[in-house]
């Protein structure tokens, strides 16, 4: 699979979609977060990564909070219903895009 940063601008929106998505299920933190997307082929620097946590976060999709464990903080992000519901729309939006760009419908 390509590197993320050949192809970046056809990307993000995809990154952005699996950060919720994930978001969805549990809490999430940058460097777990850039461990999956690396599972998917998206190689991701934490300087590309955190600004779009920030970005997702800033937009409502996204709220977080320190978790601090001993001497170590982590910040965890969580989805908010606004970042459910633009979820929910983006899922029908990208079913109708993968029909035409794979199933050829």
């Known amino acids: 699979m390509q590197n993320v940063s050949d192809n970046r601008d056809l990307y993000s929106g995809m990154i952005r979609l699996h950060i919720l998505h994930h978001a969805e299920h549990d809490a999430i933190f940058g460097a777990g977060m850039a461990e999956e ?18 970005g997702l976060e800033k937009r409502g999709y996204l709220k977080s909070e320190e978790e601090r464990s001993g001497r170590s903080v982590r910040r965890l992000y969580k ?18 895009l993968f029909g035409e760009l794979i199933e050829g419908k």
């Open 79 to 96: 989805i908010t219903a606004s970042g459910r519901r633009a979820l929910k729309t983006s899922k029908l939006r990208v079913r109708e």
């Open 37 to 54: 997307l690396a599972r998917h082929g998206y190689k991701i620097s934490p300087g590309t990564l955190y600004p779009i946590l920030h």
